[in-house]
C-alpha cells in the first residue's frame, strides 16, 4: 500500500525565520471560507499554451496562439501594461534561466536541436548554435532546455533537477522501498547531503520555487485516492519546504474544498501571504466539482480563486502574482482555438 510524497507550505516571517509551532497549529484547524475577490488581470486574443512563468515581478512569459485557428504557437512576453510581444514563431516550450529565456527547437526526427537565449529587458534573441541529442540515459533541463546525460549516481531513481549550482534532489531507487532519505547531489556529483527529509517513494516528485525567499517546494502531484481519503479524514497533509540552506521542514496542510478523493492532478505554490492549491477535481459530467485555484492563508482563511481548469501555475518572483491557464469546463466548449482557455493574472498582494 504506497504512501506518496507530499511536500510544502512552511510560512515564514520576513526576517526569513520560521513562524512559532501556534500558527502551524492553526493551520491544521478547520479553513472558513474567505469572499474579498484579488484584483485580476485577463488576456483576450490569446490562447494560452504549454509553458507560461515570469521574468522578475512584472514580465509573463508564455506560449500561446491565436484564436483564429492559427496552426503554430508562438513565444510572448507581456508586461500586463501593453499588448504581448512576440518573441519568435514555432516555439511549443522553454526554460527559465535567471533572467534569460532558454529555448530549443528541433524539426521532426531531426538529430540537431537549434538553441536560442532571449535576455531580460533588452528581449534580443541570441542564436546559440545547434547541438546533437544525447544518445543513452539523458534528462532534458528545466533551466537551459537542453538535453543531458543522466548523472551515473541517479541512473533508476526517482529524482528531480534543481536550479543551476545547487544539484539535484534524490528520492531513492524504483520499488517497494520504504521510509528513505531524501539527498542532494551537488552538481558536480562528488559529495551528497542529508536533508532532512524522510518520505516514502513517490509518485510523481516535482518542485516549485518558495516565494518569495530562496528555496523549494516538493510534492507529489498525484496522491493516490487513499492519500486523499486520508488526507480529508485527518485534516493534514504532510508536505515540505527545502530552505535556502537544503535543509527540510516539514508542515501539514490542511484539508478543504480542494481535497478531490477521486483523482485528479494536485499542484502546490509558496505566495506571499498563504498557499496556492491547484487541483483537476472535475465531476465525470465534465462540470467543475471542486476544481479550480485555493488561497490558504496562515490563518486558516481559504478563498476560491477560480472555480474551473486551472492549469500551468506560475508564481512571480515577489509571491504577488499568481499567473495561470484557464477554461471553465473539460468539454468542447472550451475548445482551445475557440478561445474558451484564457490567461489569468491574479494579484495575491491586493484585495478589491
Not at 475577490?37 to 499554451?49: A, C, R, W
Not at 534573441?125 to 541517479?154: A, I, K
Not at 513517490?202 to 518542485?207: D, H, K, R, S, V
Not at 480529508?232 to 530552505?243: C, E, G
Request: include cysteine.
Amino acid at each position: 500500500m504506497k504512501t506518496a510524497l507530499a511536500l510544502i507550505l512552511l510560512m515564514m516571517t520576513t526576517t526569513g525565520c520560521a513562524l512559532p509551532l501556534r500558527l502551524l497549529n492553526t493551520l491544521s484547524s478547520a479553513p472558513t471560507p474567505d469572499t474579498t475577490p484579488y484584483p485580476k488581470t485577463i488576456l483576450h486574443g490569446l490562447v494560452p499554451g504549454q509553458r507560461i512563468d515570469w521574468i522578475g515581478n512584472d514580465t509573463l512569459v508564455f506560449i500561446g496562439w491565436g484564436t483564429k485557428n492559427e496552426p503554430d504557437s508562438s513565444l510572448y512576453a507581456w508586461d500586463l501594461k501593453n499588448p504581448p510581444q512576440r518573441l519568435l514563431k514555432g516555439v511549443e516550450s522553454f526554460c527559465i534561466n535567471g533572467n534569460s529565456v532558454m529555448l530549443g527547437k528541433r524539426a521532426p526526427k531531426a538529430r540537431l536541436a537549434k538553441h536560442y537565449r532571449i535576455r531580460f529587458p533588452a528581449r534580443k534573441v541570441d542564436y546559440l548554435g545547434s547541438r546533437e541529442l544525447v544518445e543513452g540515459f539523458s534528462y532534458g533541463s528545466n533551466y537551459t532546455c537542453q538535453n543531458y546525460p543522466t548523472p551515473q549516481p541517479l541512473l533508476r531513481h526517482n529524482w528531480v533537477e534543481l536550479k543551476p549550482g545547487d544539484g539535484f534532489l534524490d528520492f531513492g531507487v524504483d520499488g517497494t522501498q520504504q521510509g528513505y532519505s531524501v539527498s542532494r547531489l551537488e552538481k558536480k556529483l562528488e559529495q551528497r547531503y542529508d536533508t532532512g527529509i524522510k518520505v516514502d517513494l513517490p509518485t510523481l516528485p516535482a518542485i516549485t520555487d518558495w516565494h518569495p525567499e530562496k528555496g523549494y517546494l516538493i510534492y507529489d502531484i498525484n496522491l493516490s485516492p487513499e492519500e486523499r481519503r486520508r488526507w480529508q479524514r485527518t485534516n493534514s497533509l504532510t508536505i515540505w519546504h527545502l530552505d535556502g540552506e537544503q535543509v527540510g521542514h516539514e508542515v501539514n496542510v490542511p484539508a478543504g474544498p480542494w481535497v478531490n478523493t477521486e483523482g485528479g492532478d494536485t499542484l502546490f505554490l509558496k505566495a506571499r501571504n498563504g498557499l496556492v492549491i491547484t487541483t483537476a477535481g472535475f465531476n465525470r459530467d465534465g462540470s467543475p466539482g471542486t476544481a479550480g485555484a485555493y488561497l490558504v492563508m496562515p490563518d486558516g482563511r481559504y478563498q476560491r480563486l477560480e472555480t474551473g481548469f486551472v492549469s500551468k501555475p506560475a508564481m512571480s518572483a515577489d509571491g504577488c502574482r499568481l499567473a495561470y491557464a484557464f477554461q471553465e469546463y473539460l468539454d468542447q466548449r472550451s475548445s482551445p482555438h475557440k478561445g474558451g482557455r484564457i490567461l489569468v493574472v491574479a494579484n495575491l498582494c491586493a484585495k478589491q
